[in-house]
Every structure is written in C-alpha cells, then in structure tokens.
C-alpha cells in the first residue's frame, strides 16, 4: 500500500491557476508510475495526467493537454499538478495515486472549484 496525501486546491476564477501536490509514503516512491485523476460531482473518476518514475516520460488527457503540466521530486516523494487556465468543467476533487491505480491507495483527495 502507498499512503498518499493531497493539497493546494481551492476556489480560483476561470484563467486562474492553481498548483496540487501529493506526498507519498512509500519507500520505493521513485520507481513507481504516479498519475493524477479527478471525480467531478455526478460523474465517474477520470484520468487526468500521469508521470514515469524518471519524469522524462508524460501524458495527459486531451481535456488539460496544454493548460496542466504534471512533474515529480522522487527526493520528496512527492508528485505536482500545475493546472493553468483553469475552466470551470475543471471543478472535480483532485486525487493522486499510481499509474494504474491501486484501489487501497486512494487518498482524500483536495476540491478545486472553478468559478467567478
């Protein structure tokens, strides 16, 4: 299992930025392939970004490809999501785990909310 702790979301308007990070408590946290993902009220959790353990390899969703840029610092075990030009269709909590996922690690997650 992989403790995984969330934070830095919050309120921001449409074209605003925010920066999340997800500290890990695994040992072996440098190795793993770390993604993002979100659950927008009434919807299904989605994919959003994910990251290979040397950061050199990335991939996004199409709905954030240019505006969210995912990155890592294996000496903090810790993995960031940088989401510019926020819109408000980006408003969902915000999780991180590994890539794919493992159902024990689901963290809290953090609320970013996308309004004027």
């Known amino acids: 299992q992989v403790q995984l702790v969330e934070s830095g979301g919050g309120l921001v308007q449409p074209g605003g930025s925010l920066r999340l990070s997800c500290t890990g408590s695994?040992?072996?946290?440098?190795?793993?392939?770390m993604g993002w993902y979100r659950q927008a009220p009434g919807k299904q959790r989605e994919f959003v970004a994910r990251?290979?353990?040397?950061?050199?390899?990335?991939h996004y969703a199409d709905s954030v490809k240019g505006r969210f840029t995912i990155s890592r610092d294996n000496a903090k075990n810790t993995v960031y999501l940088q989401m510019n030009s926020l819109k408000p269709e980006d408003t969902a909590v915000y999780y991180c785990n590994t890539h794919p996922p493992r159902h024990d690690s689901w963290g809290q997650g953090t609320q970013v909310t996308v309004s004027s």
């Open positions: 695994a040992t072996a946290f440098s190795v793993l392939i």
């Open positions: 990251i290979y353990s040397g950061g050199d390899s990335t």
